[in-house]
């Protein structure tokens, strides 16, 4: 993986707060609206502590929606055995583009209660877009080196997820045909620099 290892603290931290938004994912597919305390007993925790890490009700339902949608890698790849890593890109950030346009309130919700809950020292938002990323790049990681690879998974970052949904909505008045375009040449111009860097590694 290409993200810093927590502390054993912080990945205690980072379990109980994925077995919160498991518990609530479950509840809301059985067609409930479930209140803290419904979450708090389904995860097995004390409700104080599900309060410490979301407290405010709407933020940890905002969440576990976004968890619903974000499809998982060896599940969106698993009948593709294609080793076109760019297409593979292409296919991964189009799905978290269709789970973002279609959460794109509680996406909001939750990009906004990011500040508040990061100065109480929790884990602020789950991880979801570098999985998909390792499981696309997957067909290349033997073709590059380890720390371009890490550079290139972190560069894709930025293009995956709610904070280029912002950019381009907000900040550029992009239309989703224009982001889409804007998107995809950075997904290849990334792929084709990082496999680039490798052949010049060759040469010299």
Known sequence: MV?????????QQLRTRKDLLAAAAGLIREGRKPSLEEV???AMVSRATAYRYFPNPEI???EASIDIATPDGADLFADDASGDVEARLEKAEAAIARAVR?????LRVMLASAVMVETQGLPVRQNRRLPLIEAALAPARGRMERRTYEKLCR???LIFGPEAMIVFKDVLRLDEKSAREAKTWAIRALVRAALEARSKVRAS
């Not at 279609?102 to 509680?106: K, L, R």
């Open 3 to 11: 993200a810093r290892k927590p502390s054993g603290r912080s990945n």
């Open 40 to 42: 708090a007993e389904a």
């Open 60 to 62: 940890l339902l905002a």
């Open 102 to 106: 279609d959460n794109e309130p509680a």
């Open 155 to 157: 560069s894709l970052s």
